[in-house]
């Protein structure tokens, strides 16, 4: 039976250029190299200057997504953006990104599921899509997490980053089949009891600005509990097993996450796509980012059947499969 596929026709990424070491840290809190390369992975990651906005991030990356997609931005009728980071309260970030890339029609909103935010924003603008109100689609990731983070907290600042990532999706006749191209399948979560263990302590309604408060002990037990039971069921729903995973691009939190999550789900560390070492964690940048980086030199190609996941705060989690 034949069934529209939303298929990713492009991807794209923008990190600010301002490189912080491992070392560059060491200098302004008590940490070192040794410990956040051995605790986490990372070596280094990417913060915005000042007067780097969500949005610019976000533009950046959409222009690069439309670009290797082939399509003007005029065809987008559809903007969906995962973000913990807006620009403002209101209006959302998504709405700058339409304007910046002059696009008058169709709608742009954001999505807010912190880490998770790109599973749940490729979600909905798939749904969007199959219900057949629009025809292409830009899903973006986009943080600039360095401004929610204390910088004297060395149990925080030393594992978020910003960047942005991009895809556009367009709707494409498939066989109903998990041989098509598109996406195939996708499984969110979230349970509001976890919400202690990993939020900003301040917001709008509470009438002051917060920073990222986390129990990190706590929220690595549940991420590979969680993110793990969430893929095999993907895999079981679709009479898969890990075997047939070409491509395993998680969000990019901690490497040691990475590698708990592979050997739970038995899947072979060469098919990891990782960045964190490079671009830290991301929020809802990072998976993007990272199928960007695999697109770009050319590990993922056409065909490749690929898992992504994500937990973020919340707790939010989910994962899904694409053929690309
Ligand atoms: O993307 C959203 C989801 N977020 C995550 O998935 C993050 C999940 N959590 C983690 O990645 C890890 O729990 C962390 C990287 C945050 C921490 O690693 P850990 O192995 O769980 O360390 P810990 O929190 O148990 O801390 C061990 C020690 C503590 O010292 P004591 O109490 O043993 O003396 C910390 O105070 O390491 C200390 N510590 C540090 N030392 C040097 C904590 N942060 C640092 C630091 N540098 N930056």
């Given at each position: 039976m034949s069934k529209q596929r939303s298929v990713i026709i492009g991807s794209g990424s923008y990190l600010p250029p301002n490189i912080v070491t491992n070392e560059d840290l060491a200098k302004t809190v008590d940490t070192t190299d040794e410990w956040i390369t051995a605790r986490t992975g990372i070596k280094q990651r990417h913060i915005a200057d000042k007067d780097m906005l969500t949005s610019d991030l976000a533009t950046e990356a959409a222009k690069d997504a439309l670009k290797n997609a082939g399509i003007d931005a005029s065809e987008i009728d559809l903007i969906v953006l995962a973000t913990a980071t807006p620009n403002r309260t209101f209006p959302a970030t998504a709405i700058t990104v339409q304007a910046n890339l002059g696009i008058t029609q169709g709608c742009a909103f954001d999505v807010q599921a912190v880490c998770s935010g790109f599973v749940f924003a490729l979600t909905v603008a798939d749904n969007m899509l199959q219900a057949g109100n629009f025809k292409k689609a830009l899903v973006i990731g986009a943080e600039t997490f360095s401004r929610i983070i204390d910088w004297t907290d060395r149990t925080t600042c030393v594992l978020f980053a910003d960047g942005a990532g991009a895809v556009v999706l367009e709707t494409q006749q498939g066989k109903g089949t998990i041989a098509d191209r598109g996406i195939l399948y996708s499984h969110l979560r979230s349970d509001g009891r976890y919400e202690d263990m990993l939020y900003v302590d301040g917001g709008p309604s509470q009438g002051k600005e917060g920073f990222v408060k986390m129990s990190g002990n706590d929220v690595f037990k549940h991420a590979v509990k969680k993110i793990g039971a969430s893929i095999e069921q993907a895999l079981t729903d679709n009479n898969?097993?890990?075997?047939?995973?070409?491509?395993f691009v998680p969000h990019q939190a901690n490497k040691r996450i990475l590698d708990a999550v592979a050997k739970r789900i038995k899947l072979?560390?060469?098919k990891v796509v990782v960045t964190v070492d490079k671009h830290a964690n991301t929020s809802a940048a990072s998976i993007p980012l990272a199928l960007h980086e695999a697109v770009k030199d050319g590990r993922v190609k056409k065909g490749d059947l690929i898992l992504i996941e994500a937990l973020g705060g919340g707790f939010t989690w989910g994962s899904m499969l694409f053929r690309w």
């Open positions: 898969l097993v890990s075997d047939d995973i070409d491509w072979d560390e060469s």
